[in-house]
């Protein structure tokens, strides 16, 4: 009878170590960098999933959350028009007003979003190209969109700092992966390069955001 006891006593000390250890795993407070975003995205998913969101404001709040997240001080989100099938701005943080007014009067064809031609670039990944300042990578008429258009031109201090001329374009596709829209970053807080992390994690939201727009766009059911 004893050694049942005993038995049990140990059973149940090593169920509450294991139940500790499962609750430290399961803990909602976030440890790391990496915890803290997933649950600021969590956060945002869980905002933004109504029916009543409209694409429009779905991408605003989009773009708020993402400059929150990775401190840009300038970000815009671009769309592609059903109606005529331009890719207009729709979506706008950290811009002056006289900026997003340039923004809101461009529109641009398929064939111009992707060519290296007219808008030179490096391609960095399937979701992701880097336009630099020193490729000139706006066409005449665009200088109004930037915020700062006398920095243009000037020396590249560092090749980790991120100069007015620079912008980073994440594209969010359609399941057949046509380009639906992108996100834009011409600027940091910090002034430079975004780390490795930032760009897994826009990547990362930019699929989702994909999803959720052509549902919103094409009335897709979700699963």
């Given at each position: 009878?004893?050694?049942?006891?005993?038995?049990?006593r140990?059973?149940?000390?090593?169920?509450?170590?294991?139940?500790?250890?499962?609750?430290e795993?399961c803990s909602?407070?976030s440890?790391?960098?990496?915890?803290?975003t997933?649950?600021?995205?969590?956060?945002?998913?869980?905002?933004?999933?109504?029916?009543?969101?409209?694409?429009?404001?779905?991408?605003?709040?989009?773009a708020?959350?993402?400059?929150?997240?990775?401190?840009?001080?300038?970000?815009?989100?671009?769309?592609?028009?059903?109606?005529?099938?331009?890719?207009?701005y729709?979506?706008?943080?950290?811009?002056?007003?006289?900026?997003?007014?340039?923004?809101?009067?461009?529109?641009y064809?398929?064939?111009?979003?992707?060519?290296?031609?007219?808008f030179?670039?490096?391609?960095?990944?399937?979701?992701?190209?880097f336009?630099?300042?020193?490729?000139?990578?706006?066409?005449?008429?665009?200088?109004?969109?930037?915020?700062?258009?006398s920095?243009?031109?000037?020396e590249?201090?560092?090749?980790?700092?991120?100069?007015?001329?620079?912008?980073?374009?994440?594209?969010?596709?359609?399941?057949?992966?046509?380009?639906?829209?992108?996100?834009?970053?011409?600027?940091?807080?910090?002034?430079?390069?975004?780390?490795?992390?930032?760009?897994?994690?826009?990547?990362?939201?930019?699929?989702?955001?994909?999803?959720?727009?052509?549902?919103?766009?094409?009335?897709v059911?979700?699963?």
């Open positions: 009878m004893s050694e049942q006891i005993v038995r049990s140990d059973e149940e000390d090593k169920t509450k170590q294991l139940t500790k250890l499962l609750r795993r909602l407070v440890e790391d960098e990496t915890e803290k997933m649950a600021q995205i969590e956060k945002f998913l869980t905002r933004v999933s109504g029916p009543a969101e409209t694409t429009q404001s779905f991408l605003q709040e989009t708020n959350t993402i400059s929150r997240m990775f401190d840009f001080a300038e970000f815009v989100v671009a769309l592609k028009d059903r109606s005529d099938g331009l890719f207009k729709v979506a706008f943080v950290g811009m002056r007003k006289e900026a997003e007014l340039a923004y809101r009067k461009l529109g064809t398929a064939d111009e979003v992707i060519s290296p031609i007219k030179p670039r490096i391609k960095l990944t399937n979701h992701i190209d336009f630099l300042g020193e490729y000139r990578p706006y066409r005449e008429g665009e200088l109004e969109t930037f915020n700062r258009p920095q243009i031109g000037k590249r201090g560092s090749e980790e700092n991120l100069q007015e001329g620079d912008y980073i374009c994440v594209y969010f596709f359609t399941p057949t992966r046509e380009i639906l829209g992108w996100f834009e970053i011409a600027r940091t807080m910090s002034g430079l390069i975004p780390s490795r992390h930032t760009f897994k994690w826009l990547e990362f939201l930019a699929v989702i955001a994909g999803r959720i727009v052509y549902e919103k766009e094409f009335g059911p979700r699963h």
